[in-house]
């Protein structure tokens, strides 16, 4: 790998220890994907974990003397304050996010604490070089946004914000941006949780790039887009799509595959959808103990048409509605926050499901949420969720049980 002289001063350690142990992770993953040089970034964002490994990591560098050359936005920890008032979290996980949040804030990170820091505080621009984590970020930055990242580690784009530069290859290469799997799609896609199925079907895919063509403009929704992209990522790799006549980078089929012709052409229909859907939705549950709502994080639109719907129909067990604090801000100065809580919701901010510490004690209890990717993440520490549109959720917690 070719670097300038100042990346080969910040290797050489003239500008610390830690730009220089930054810099030799970096040039060792650029040289495990051969690329040839580094190029500059103007965002990033780290997916941040208060989970020790990660802390570990965040603690070296800092120890080592480095702080970011770019101020990256960071990924959900705890919402520390509710979660003690609830007696969630215990004294030795809450000792490990305080230091967290300290060893990030020492870095120089812009400490959000959400999953989806592509809608507010950090919006690449089309087309703009930049290093972002978490696997619904980087394909909507990609996608959506036709900003340029390759699908970084959380420590990755902690040592691209502290040198300032990532290494060229993969997503940040045009030729490797045109779509390669011809998805014709033969269904209807009325909501977010349609286009959340839509993504569970990347195994029918299969690797590539994908380019969805039969999806009419008029369904397309911010929410839709952000769940279609993290829920490949549950099910597959994914770190580009475009939606034909939708995303910036696929006005056209040419343009779209890049002049070529497509590898393989599939074709996703409705008892493609309905197949995943019944796997992930029983017809009845006896009972239902919690509903879980905001992987990726809730949009503001999505957190009003929540309580729109629960001013009509209140919740008998507790609703979770998890969100970014600048959303859940606004919420709480338009009294939409108020008006949740007096219908038996709840805006948790800052937070994500994936935190044992937070949302341990409700394993062997059966929730419900409309993220399979929340469904992935919890049973992993033996908390049961079904998975259904979030209309069903809200109406299965008014009932507090699940039928049809």
């Not at 070529?260 to 409705?270: L, M, N, S």
């Not at 394993?363 to 049961?384: E, H, I, L, W």
């Not at 069903?392 to 049809?404: H, I, S, Y």
Request: charged share 20%; proline share 4%.
């Amino acid at each position: 790998m070719i670097l300038t002289q100042y990346q080969q001063d910040m290797l050489d350690g003239r500008y610390g220890k830690g730009k220089a142990l930054a810099i030799r992770i970096q040039k060792a993953i650029g040289e495990g994907f051969r690329a040839q040089r580094m190029v500059p970034i103007t965002r990033a964002h780290v997916a941040l974990s208060a989970q020790e490994a990660d802390t570990w990591f965040a603690r070296k560098m800092r120890d080592a003397g480095a702080t970011c050359a770019v101020s990256p936005t960071v990924n959900p920890g705890y919402c520390l304050k509710l979660f003690q008032q609830l007696g969630y979290v215990d004294d030795e996980s809450s000792a490990l996010m305080r230091e967290t949040h300290q060893v990030y804030q020492a870095l120089g990170a812009n400490l959000t604490y959400s999953c989806t820091p592509y809608l507010f505080g950090n919006i690449p621009r089309y087309g703009e070089i930049v290093s972002f984590s978490e696997s619904s970020a980087t394909v909507y930055v990609n996608s959506v946004l036709g900003a340029r990242t390759n699908r970084e580690s959380s420590a990755s784009a902690l040592c691209a914000a502290i040198t300032g530069f990532v290494p060229e290859y993969g997503m940040l290469l045009e030729e490797n941006r045109f779509g390669t799997v011809l998805v014709q799609v033969d269904a209807q896609l009325k909501s977010e949780f349609d286009f959340a199925l839509l993504g569970l079907n990347i195994k029918r895919i299969g690797r590539g790039v994908p380019v969805f063509t039969g999806i009419h403009p008029s369904a397309v929704t911010t929410e839709g887009l952000i769940a279609l992209g993290a829920q490949m990522n549950v099910a597959g790799m994914v770190d580009l799509f475009h939606i034909l006549g939708v995303t910036p980078d696929a006005p056209d089929l040419d343009r779209a595959f890049g002049g070529k012709q497509p590898e393989r052409v599939i074709t996703i229909t409705q008892a493609h959808l309905d197949e995943h859907r019944a796997a992930l939705m029983p017809h009845r549950l006896d009972h239902v103990d919690f509903v879980m709502l905001g992987c990726p994080h809730y949009t503001y639109e999505q957190i009003c048409r929540a309580d729109k719907y629960l001013e009509q129909n209140s919740a008998a067990v507790p609703v979770w509605i998890l969100t970014s604090a600048a959303t859940a801000a606004l919420a709480q100065v338009n009294g939409i926050s108020d008006s949740l809580e007096a219908h038996g919701a709840r805006i948790v901010p800052d937070t994500c499901v994936d935190e044992a510490a937070c949302w341990g004690h409700l394993a062997g209890k059966q929730g419900v949420t409309d993220s399979p990717k929340c469904a992935y993440y919890m049973r992993a520490f033996g908390v049961n969720l079904a998975v259904c549109d979030s209309e069903t959720c809200l109406t299965w917690a008014a009932k507090g049980r699940g039928e049809f």
